[in-house]
């Protein structure tokens, strides 16, 4: 079957710097997602990869490891904005894009 | 502003009855999807479509259908709701599939 794997909630400190991270088993890859969704509204893109190697995009990064079935998202200099859930999906061999249940971030003053 | 349009925002529907989710894009996007979003199980996708007049069945299809008669319009029908299907609903487009969705704000949907 087809599974991503992502912490269910993490803590962290304004200011300070998080790493999530997603572990993928899909049937064929065809791109990486994550996506920002706050609580009660919709998700919304934050960073797509499809080659390995670092995305960078102002205080958020996304890494990707294909042959470890690999992803982190970074996400510097944290506001209290920031806290929200972050999705990690995959496009699989069929185009289809298959979701992990998301990582709950919680910014603490 | 561009983007994606649904209605209701929020029902509540006694068990038994037919509820027809709305759902408009002005992107012009090709490809269009529903999903449903419960607490702890993440996104799961009910069905989709990759162009007008096509659709597909995503994870969790039974007890729900859609239609694709133009680009702009993608509506889902609940046939006969149960208690099962209270959940929250995101309708979704994008140009292709490897390409980020862009999202409805959603619809609240209590099954009683």
């Known amino acids: 079957g087809q599974n991503i794997d992502q912490p269910t909630e993490m803590t962290a400190t304004e200011g300070a710097i998080v790493q999530i991270n997603c572990t993928y088993q899909?049937?064929?890859?065809?791109?990486l997602f994550w996506y920002q969704q706050h609580a009660g509204e919709a998700p919304t893109f934050l960073s797509y990869?499809?080659l390995d190697g670092l995305e960078e995009k102002g205080r958020f990064s996304s890494f990707l490891s294909r042959s470890k079935g690999y992803s982190y998202l970074l996400l510097k200099e944290l506001q209290m904005k920031d806290s929200a859930s972050y999705l990690c999906?995959?496009?699989?061999?069929?185009?289809?894009?298959?979701w992990g249940a998301g990582t709950k971030l919680i910014i603490k003053p | 502003i561009a983007g994606i349009t649904q209605a209701p925002t929020s029902q509540i529907l006694a068990a038994g009855r037919r509820m027809t989710l709305r759902c408009t894009q002005d992107?012009?996007?090709?490809?269009m999807y529903w999903y449903r979003q419960d607490l702890g199980l993440g996104l799961r996708l009910i069905h989709y479509?990759?162009?007008?007049?096509?659709?597909g069945k995503g994870e969790v299809p039974d007890g729900y259908s859609v239609s694709r008669a133009n680009t702009d319009d993608f509506p889902l029908t609940l046939a006969s709701a149960v208690p099962s299907q209270t959940s929250v609903y995101f309708c979704?487009?994008?140009?292709?599939?490897?390409?980020?969705?862009?999202f409805g704000d959603g619809t609240r949907l209590s099954i009683l």
């Open positions: 999906a995959v496009v699989d061999s069929n185009y289809q894009l298959i």
């Open positions: 979704a487009s994008s140009p292709g599939p490897n390409q980020p969705q862009h």
């Open positions: 479509s990759n162009t007008a007049g096509t659709t």
């Open positions: 992107m012009r996007h090709n490809a």
């Open positions: 990869n499809v």
């Open positions: 899909t049937s064929g890859f065809n791109g």
